[in-house]
């Protein structure tokens, strides 16, 4: 079936420093979708990418859909504290199945 | 406020007990779905639901039921054939179309007893 691999599971950094998280499906994606996961909390939903090669831009966080419409990336620019939690990516092949990578969780350290 | 509400937050189940965890919303979303989270884990989907009256099993349905007869609520019982059913349920809903956002409620911590 398909499925979405995310890495790395975890990543410690030094506030400051940048962060990034990568997504692969097995299969084509018509669309991907990022969430936040506060410790505690439920996920929060981020950003939609539909287009293949698709750049979007939220302050710090820049989110990418690769060409083949396969995998994805999320790049915290200068993390901060509060990006603290678990980030997940989602995707689906245009029904109403959404597949959720494993996510990833970052630590950073004030 | 619009939103998706779970209850309870906390829920123990005994040895061969059915439990009902409950999903209500009032944001007017044709799909609902149930998610379970482990540990350190994402979210693995359950079950879901595009319609009324309608719902398709998802990755790990075994031991789980649902129903669908309003579209406001989308009931999750966890049955006694779950042999492992301590986890974090999340119910979301979202637009008819499939492939918009989930909103997502504050979850049941389910653990046995």
């Known amino acids: 079936g398909q499925q979405v691999m995310q890495i790395p599971q975890y990543q410690h950094v030094q506030e400051g420093e940048d962060f990034t998280t990568y997504c692969n499906s097995s299969t084509t994606l018509s669309n991907i979708q990022w969430y936040k996961q506060r410790p505690g909390g439920h996920p929060v939903f981020l950003i939609q990418l539909v287009k293949s090669g698709e750049v979007k831009k939220q302050k710090r966080l820049t989110f990418q859909f690769g060409e083949a419409k396969k995998n994805s990336s999320l790049h915290i620019t200068a993390t901060q504290t509060t990006d603290v939690g678990t980030y997940f990516c989602?995707?689906?092949?245009?029904?109403?199945?959404?597949?959720f990578g494993a996510g990833t969780r970052l630590f950073v350290k004030a | 406020d619009g939103g998706i509400t779970q209850s309870p937050k906390y829920l123990f189940r005994k040895e061969g007990q059915n439990v009902t965890l409950s999903c209500e919303q009032n944001?007017?979303?044709?799909?609902m779905y149930w998610y379970r989270q482990d540990p350190g884990q994402g979210l693995r989907l359950i079950y879901y639901s595009q319609i009324v009256n309608d719902f398709q099993k998802g990755d790990i349905a075994e031991g789980y039921s649902v129903s669908r007869e309003k579209k406001e609520s989308f009931p999750l019982t966890v049955t006694s054939a779950q042999k492992n059913p301590t986890a974090f349920y999340l119910c979301?809903?979202?637009?008819?179309?499939?492939?918009?956002?989930?909103?997502f409620g504050s979850g049941t911590q389910l653990s046995v007893l």
């Open positions: 944001l007017n979303h044709d799909a």
């Open positions: 989602a995707g689906d092949t245009g029904g109403f199945k959404t597949i």
């Open positions: 979301a809903s979202s637009g008819r179309q499939g492939m918009e956002k989930l909103f």
